[in-house]
């Protein structure tokens, strides 16, 4: 088989930064044996912008499958309006890649004043948001994105309550991650640079997800191609499809369509249906279209995000390539005060 070139990824750093997040099981184990041991009463997933996203499919895992209260929750939001559930019996989680955002780090203060256990995800064991939080669980500089780290943790946590089944397999296949994500990488590769040349001049994409894919949707329309890439985007979750936003299509609309392997992939279906009659320019990017060898098979929905998240990288750099746009770009955010 040929060797894939992979536009702007280097492999190696690929490998060791995903390695280091599953690497963490050992560490992540530990911390919800502790946590049951000493009990709490609700858990808080607090992030900002990407971060706050990126929480949404461990809220939606923790709904279906769990009592315990569970809420993804924007850490400058928290600050202004409080939680009458927050407190001492509370667990809150925090995810960084630089260890230093702003809004999370005073959303930790604010948790521990109350006497919130927290826990932090980042790259950084010297960052501000791993010296505040009571317990840092570190990987390699820059790993992205947090959904191994939070496979681990909730699937752990739900499997000690007697509310997720084959945690240990799962655990164990999750060890595969770094050869099945760069497999998904070099698969996706000729999809990304076909999707990109076609849409160089698109300035405006119509984008939809649901079920555990409604938080990469939110994301991959706000922090990638309106923050990275300066194009004009509506998301929408394909359970509301057809409650408001539906009427901004036309003939040549570019919709982008999330599809995962959860119980909601019906829903979905019946958008990508629809827009079909409607635009003759729709993409798909579904997760059954990637092997992933060693994830058995009722374990592949839960990994839908990650494996987009790869997926989709591929496609934000050939769009950085067509578009003459570094994905580095800022005019705003963390460039002026606010």
């Excluded at 990126?54 to 895992?61: G, K, Q, R, S, V």
Aim: glycine letters at 8%.
């Amino acid at each position: 088989m040929l060797e894939t070139t992979i536009l702007g990824f280097d492999e190696a750093t690929f490998r060791n930064q995903t390695t280091s997040a599953v690497a963490l099981r050992p560490q992540i184990e530990e911390v919800v044996d502790r946590l049951r041991a000493q009990g709490f009463a609700n858990l808080f997933l607090v992030g900002a912008g990407g971060t706050y996203a990126a929480m949404w499919p461990y809220e939606h895992l923790a709904r279906r499958n769990s009592t315990l209260p569970v809420r993804a929750v924007i850490a400058a939001e928290l600050l202004e309006s409080g939680d009458a559930t927050l407190g001492s019996d509370s667990v809150a989680i925090f995810t960084s890649v630089s260890g230093t955002t702003d809004d999370s780090l005073r959303a930790i203060e604010y948790c521990k004043a109350r006497g919130v256990t927290t826990i932090g995800f980042t790259g950084y064991p010297e960052s501000p948001i791993a010296q505040a939080v009571d317990i840092p669980l570190v990987s390699e500089p820059k790993t992205w994105p947090f959904d191994m780290q939070m496979l681990l943790f909730m699937t752990k946590l739900l499997s000690s309550r007697g509310e997720f089944e084959g945690y240990e397999r799962f655990a164990d296949e999750l060890a595969g991650l770094p050869d099945i994500l760069v497999r998904v990488a070099e698969q996706a590769e000729p999809v990304a640079s076909a999707f990109a040349e076609a849409h160089a001049e698109t300035d405006y994409h119509f984008l939809v997800g649901g079920g555990n894919l409604w938080g990469f949707t939110y994301l991959y329309s706000m922090c990638i191609l309106e923050e990275m890439q300066w194009l004009r985007t509506t998301r929408v979750h394909s359970a509301e499809f057809f409650h408001g936003s539906l009427e901004l299509l036309g003939d040549d609309t570019s919709v982008i369509v999330f599809q995962g392997e959860d119980e909601t992939r019906a829903l979905t279906d019946r958008v990508e249906n629809f827009v079909k009659r409607i635009t003759g320019d729709v993409t798909v990017f579904d997760t059954k279209d990637y092997e992933l060898a060693g994830i058995s098979p009722e374990f592949r929905g839960l990994l839908a995000p990650l494996v987009l998240d790869t997926v989709m990288g591929r496609v934000s750099k050939h769009l950085e390539r067509v578009r003459n746009h570094s994905l580095d770009l800022r005019r705003y955010y963390r460039v002026v005060d606010y």
